[in-house]
């Protein structure tokens, strides 16, 4: 292809294949003759997914024509089925059909059932080959003619298709984390544009691949979906065996919650795979249709430092598929971080701060009853908190003296009246002492701290977690630091254990 600039300049685009391997270049020539080339590469295409990444808050067609509903003789409802973000991420089919008038009535008719629980219903589609096409007419609303009824229903969770034998498995990925350091991926539409946005994997009998959009590189598009307080699917990955083998869908589903769990930890809020679809080589057969809990995207103080984060996270997910293949972990692992997502999204400061200490109570019961077995379970019970996590906190050999620059905690840390033949607390004694005030308020004592003091506390005890964390699963890399006093990206450190042989981990 050439595109003239002017008599004798040109810019010429050009495709090759070198023993298997795809050539991209765009040469320029000026108008002395000289040339020079602007842009080579070898990237592969960015991953692909059935389903539209679409824009902020977009909501999805999944379907479009004629559906019923599970249990319902007719099926006959005309509509489309969306997958919608807001206000949280769900599935609806909405649609209308024409009834007669004891069907009418009874669509009508109070329902006495004192049942705690109402059931959501499964949509039902024409059965095919491949999924239905994603694209269609919209549906435009209820006509409201004569005898019609309308329905728009929040589904329950949906399989589509056949889910055996799969070559692979792709799915959406919302809200998701900017990083500088993936590899190169480019527009399968046009090839001349790329970016770093690749993390791939091989680990655990599976290759993993997780793209992220070329939008996420645009500080204004990030900007944009802070600001929105909402939802988009920033990445796009994709799960297929390494040893080329097939699947069944179920095969996938500890994967991907394992996947679920560090993508949630590396973000610090609830992040979740939608839409998962499987292929047989390049066609779509299977999806399922639902919505899972997704956070709205906002930034909250993390481990993963956008220099690194690729890396990070993808030593992380390495670190979950061998500590987390066990259930029982995968367990811990989960509780443990849904205190950490807890504090850091939905609390006030003082509850951000007893959060993480049960979340750290959790993990210190599993490394010293459970892994260790240094104590029995009434050996630990009869430990105070602050000591059940010091043990486990020395264990991963974290420094548990406060930092200078939290100077509203070291104001709360010198109101706390002084014990017999005890030192000066250190943060995770003063954080402690400030939770044991919520945990366990009198009048004779009231806390009153400053907000601040709340939240260098909550600083301390979600770092400590966080920390715990990862020495539970037992990863070895580097971390961004919340109560470093280099708040500058880039700025990281190995995690304390890395540098301390023979202390915890799994």
Known sequence: ???????????????????????????FTSKTGASHVLVEHA?????????????????IILYSGNFGFDGDANADWTGDVQFRWLPHPRVVAQGERAQDAKELLKSTQYDSSDAVWVDMPKVVVPASSTLPPSSGDVYPGWSRSSGSSYVDENLQPTEVGDGSALDRITFLLPNGWFSSDGSWICDPDNLW?????????????????????????????RKALKESGGYCATHIGEVSRTSGEKF????????????????????GRTVNPVLPVGWKQDQAVWALWAGPNVDPYRTVATWIDPVGAMTQVADVIKCMLDYCGDPFKREIVRYAISYLTTANFDLDA???????ISGLQLLAHHRLVEELHTHSPAAFERLDTEPQIRLLLEDCSVDMSLPDHLGYLAVAQASIPPEPNRPLRDALGTAVFLRNKIIHPTKKNPSNWSVYSWYEASMVSRYYLTLAILNTIGYAGTHHSMLSKNRWVGAVTLVPWATTPGSGGA
């Open 1 to 27: 292809m050439s595109d003239a600039k002017d008599a004798s300049a040109s810019i010429v685009d050009e495709v090759e294949y070198i023993d298997g391997k795809r050539l991209v270049k765009r040469t």
């Open 350 to 356: 003082e509850l951000a701060v007893a959060v993480p």
């Open 248 to 267: 069944d869908a179920v095969e996938a589903e500890d994967l991907l919650e394992i996947l679920r769990l560090a993508f949630t930890f590396a973000c």
């Open 43 to 59: 990237s592969p295409d960015a991953t692909r997914h059935y389903y539209s990444a679409a824009g902020l808050n977009t909501p």
């Open 193 to 221: 544009h790329r970016w770093r946005g690749r993390l791939s994997l091989s680990h655990g009998g599976w290759d993993i691949v997780v793209d992220a959009r070329s939008d996420m590189s645009n500080p204004d598009f």
